[in-house]
């Protein structure tokens, strides 16, 4: 193991099972669900919108759909799609094409960087200790004015504490300032909420040296857990959408 991602750690804290399941044992998913399939479409529809407003390229929002179509349908063909009750594939695909648009017309800067990757080591900024794997991920969005922007699709909006806990945007914080040599000045989660109105939330915050100091202590003791094998189930929300409902049954003595 040479890295953690922040989805990596998300995972580990929410069923570490399933982070055995999908990243030890490498298990097939025999399907994906809708929120995770819808989500990817919106993320590559806004990342190319992103690139052609860096690059200077005028975007026509008929483009900007057909982008996120291609992506939609492709995983469609790619994978079997498990809808939740209240969602199916037409329905999904019209509020992705909404919600681009309510994106679309919003005032927006010059993107300096987007969907910008990093491999940085994981330091503890205030006692210089390092671990021995690396923190990969990739930041959604920066602006000239050095605001970071994550994107994110929900059935429900976050809330404030939750934006100021936010191990994902903790992270693109202390990957920029290792980047960049500077903090960011703004750091915003934009929310796409699937009501039945689709709408477009937008809440900001920002990242202390004691929040990269939790961010470390916590890298630190789920990489401890996973090297001494420690991956138990747990039941949650995420259990209905849960790929490995099958193997994990043998844990769970269902
Ligand atoms: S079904 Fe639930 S408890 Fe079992 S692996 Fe999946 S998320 Fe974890």
Redesign the pocket.
């Known amino acids: 193991m040479d890295h953690l991602s922040c989805s990596q750690m998300n995972l580990y804290l929410h069923?570490s099972?399933?982070y055995k399941?999908q990243y030890i044992d490498g298990l097939p998913k025999p399907f994906k669900s809708s929120g995770l399939a819808f989500g990817s479409a919106i993320h590559s529809a806004l990342a190319w919108l992103h690139k052609q407003r860096m690059n200077g390229n005028d975007v026509s929002i008929d483009r900007l759909y057909r982008i996120f179509g291609a992506d939609w349908y492709s995983q469609m063909t790619d994978t079997d799609i498990h809808y939740s009750d209240s969602e199916t594939e037409t329905g999904l695909a019209i509020m992705g094409k909404e919600m681009l648009s309510l994106y679309f017309v919003r005032p927006h800067r010059v993107p300096l960087g987007a969907e910008v990757r990093f491999v940085l080591p994981l330091v503890n900024m205030s006692t210089g200790e390092k671990l021995d794997v690396d923190l990969k991920g990739f930041i959604d969005l920066i602006e000239k004015d050095n605001t970071i922007t994550e994107f994110k699709t929900s059935n429900q909006a976050m809330d404030q504490n939750s934006i100021d806990n936010h191990l994902r945007l903790t992270a693109d914080s202390y990957a920029y300032e290792m980047l960049y040599r500077r903090p960011p000045s703004l750091l915003k989660l934009v929310d796409f909420v699937k009501t039945k109105r689709p709408k477009i939330i937008t809440l900001q915050t920002q990242a202390k040296e004691l929040d990269y100091e939790r961010f470390f202590h916590l890298a630190s003791q789920i990489l401890k857990g996973i090297r001494s094998g420690v991956f138990f189930?747990?039941?949650?929300f995420?259990?209905k959408d849960?790929e490995?409902?099958g193997p994990?049954k043998a844990?769970?003595g269902d």
């Open positions: 069923c099972l399933k399941f189930p747990r039941k949650s995420m259990c849960c490995y409902a994990c844990w769970r």
